[in-house]
């Protein structure tokens, strides 16, 4: 397949380097290589450079946390809401199907496992959700489902311990909440989102695995292959030094596999096989 990538942060990094890695022919650019903001250029380009899928990773998520999208609104509004619909606009005039890669943290609370047709309950129109999650949220409402595919992750996880890893920002705090909430596997991403660029279906897909585990579930995990924090204090969320709230939640995977014919596995799997692999990179250090 011939595929786009548009924004070269922490998701578009990864999903290039294993989509080179599985011998697809990938055109890779961060809006100051390709600005994609501009829908003339990237139009331009998209005609020169067919494609089969165009896939936007680019966004706003604020460092080091979404705390940060609470004093940079117009930048978040305009990444998070404004640029997909340009981008999904520009696939829709050459014809080339868009995949969007979103977020799960528009919904919270435990009532249930949230599917993509629940209506988000942390996003634009309540009060006490961040403005992150508002913006997540009002990028969604902004696509046409019937033609674009929108991918919502929640906290990553890896082998690596780079700063967006869950697990890393686990050992790096030394106050934690304990929730049970899902994760995304990043090359268990890439799988995925290769899986819809060549059986393209338009529609919200959670990319989450089975069976979330508690922060407790994790740490004990962590612990068992050596990666501890010794300060590591569990405190209840009011206590958090946060700026805005967080979401918590657990996601429903089932349309995957009803429709992709995508198992996405159990989350405790995932969690021993990265920490394993921090393991094993620390001892080779």
């Not at 705390?67 to 978040?76: A, I, P, S, V």
Request: hydrophobic share 35%.
């Amino acid at each position: 397949m011939k595929l786009l990538i548009l924004g070269k942060g922490y998701i578009g990094t990864n999903l290039s380097n294993y989509l080179v890695k599985e011998k697809h022919e990938v055109y890779s650019f961060s809006r100051a290589e390709l600005d994609y903001s501009d829908q003339e250029r990237l139009y331009n380009f998209l005609i020169k450079q067919p494609v089969d899928a165009v896939i936007n990773t680019s966004g706003f998520t604020g460092r080091p946390n979404v705390d940060e999208c609470e004093t940079k609104k117009e930048l978040c509004w305009t990444l998070n809401v404004l640029l997909p619909k340009l981008i999904e606009d520009t696939c829709k005039d050459v014809d080339v199907n868009f995949i969007h890669v979103s977020s799960g943290c528009i919904y919270s609370g435990y009532e249930k496992d949230f599917t993509e047709n629940d209506k988000p309950n942390f996003g634009m129109f309540e009060d006490h959700s961040s403005f992150y999650s508002k913006s997540k949220h009002a990028g969604e409402l902004n696509l046409d489902e019937n033609f674009t595919n929108i991918i919502r992750i929640r906290m990553p996880i890896e082998g690596e311990l780079t700063d967006k890893n869950l697990l890393t920002k686990l050992l790096k705090y030394d106050n934690i909440i304990d929730f049970k909430n899902s994760k995304t596997d990043i090359t268990v991403l890439c799988e995925f989102v290769e899986t819809v660029a060549d059986n393209f279906q338009a529609g919200i897909f959670n990319a989450v695995h089975g069976n979330s585990l508690s922060t407790t579930q994790v740490v004990d995990i962590m612990k068992e292959f050596g990666i501890e924090n010794k300060s590591w204090k569990f405190v209840e969320y009011d206590d958090l030094d946060i700026v805005c709230n967080r979401s918590n939640c657990i996601l429903d995977n089932a349309k995957s596999k009803e429709l992709l014919d995508f198992d996405w596995g159990d989350e405790e799997f995932y969690i021993r096989k990265n920490c394993e692999l921090i393991k094993k990179n620390k001892e080779n250090e």
